[in-house]
């Protein structure tokens, strides 16, 4: 399995969170949700590694993460 950081990795994760949350204001659930799409698709894309992409799928799909 390829290594995947589970841990807190973020400099500014209130920032970040912060910065998300304004990206959905205004939007309806359906724009919502093809915002998160997008953003999944681009990340994915800089990630570049499938084994990576695939463990944290695995990693996300669990619910006590």
Known sequence: ??????TPNLDR???FYAE?????DGLSEDE?????A???L????QI???????AAL???????R
Do not use: E, V, Y
């Open 38 to 40: 997008r953003l999944i």
């Open 32 to 36: 919502s949700a093809a915002l998160n």
């Open 58 to 64: 695995k990693a996300a799909s669990k619910p006590d």
């Open 42 to 45: 681009i990340l994915a894309n």
């Open 13 to 15: 994760p209130d920032d």
């Open 48 to 54: 570049g590694d499938t084994q990576i992409i695939s």
């Open 20 to 24: 998300l949350i304004a990206a959905h």
């Open 1 to 6: 399995m390829a290594d995947l950081t589970l």
